[in-house]
């Protein structure tokens, strides 16, 4: 199985903040690579797929980039709304496999 | 966009068999080539647990291949995951969601938590 491992698992940071957030794969995974926002209690919301691409209603704060085995997040000004946990899935092969998650938290 | 709602028992007992059900509304269940089963574990990481194309073919995640299977109905638009032998290990919040071109999962279903106790 391919490991995915997301650094920081948290992270405190105040609105307006840019923040970064990593995701790093056991094997290249080209570009098979994709982010996840889950507030508690919802279902996970899909923000970037494919490492950069964007999905429809996403606010543009939001990007993502990488190649290979490492990878990040980045919200370039963080919004009240956007404290959640961030995962990390590869889709390069079965079993699909997530990050651990980083919890983003209001300093 | 499609529409997906998870449907089931939130009690099963150790031992016993967890089904699920996904329905599929505000489209087709063709739609999406791949339909996929994710877990939620407190305290732990999003889990795969596999997927099944519109004809039936399935991929399993291998951690739980021996317990599970999922069945689709595509003239009642929906899709099912059965999990069997359960234990405490397999309390979590089960969602269903649709599989992208590149793997990714979109929509999801809003979840439904699965609770295995006696």
């Known amino acids: 199985d391919i490991q995915m491992t997301q650094s920081p698992s948290s992270l405190s940071a105040s609105v307006g903040d840019r923040v970064t957030i990593t995701c790093r794969a056991s094997?290249?995974?080209?570009?098979?690579l994709n982010w996840y926002q889950q507030k508690p209690g919802k279902a996970p919301k899909l923000l970037i797929y494919?490492?950069?691409g964007l999905q429809s209603g996403v606010p543009s704060r939001f990007s993502g980039s990488g190649s290979g085995t490492d990878f990040t997040l980045t919200i370039s000004s963080l919004q009240p709304e956007d404290f959640a946990t961030y995962s990390c899935?590869?889709?390069?092969?079965?079993?699909?496999?997530f990050g651990q998650g980083t919890k983003l938290e209001i300093k | 966009q499609v529409q997906l709602q998870e449907s089931g028992p939130g009690l099963v007992r150790p031992s016993g068999t967890l089904s699920l059900t996904c329905a599929v509304s505000d489209g087709s269940i063709s739609s999406s080539d791949w339909w996929t089963w994710v877990r939620h574990a407190p305290g732990k990481g999003l889990e795969w647990i596999g997927e099944?194309?519109?004809?039936?073919?399935?991929n399993y995640n291998p951690s739980l291949k021996s317990r599970v299977s999922m069945s689709v109905d595509n003239s009642k638009n929906q899709f099912s995951l059965k999990l069997n032998s359960v234990t405490a290990a397999d309390t979590a919040v089960y969602f269903c969601?649709?599989?992208?071109?590149?793997?990714?999962?979109?929509?999801w279903g809003q979840g439904t938590l699965v609770t295995v106790s006696s």
């Open positions: 899935q590869q889709s390069y092969s079965t079993p699909y496999t």
């Open positions: 494919a490492v950069s």
């Open positions: 094997q290249s995974i080209t570009g098979y």
């Open positions: 969601a649709g599989v992208g071109p590149k793997g990714w999962f979109d929509p």
């Open positions: 099944i194309y519109h004809s039936g073919r399935t």
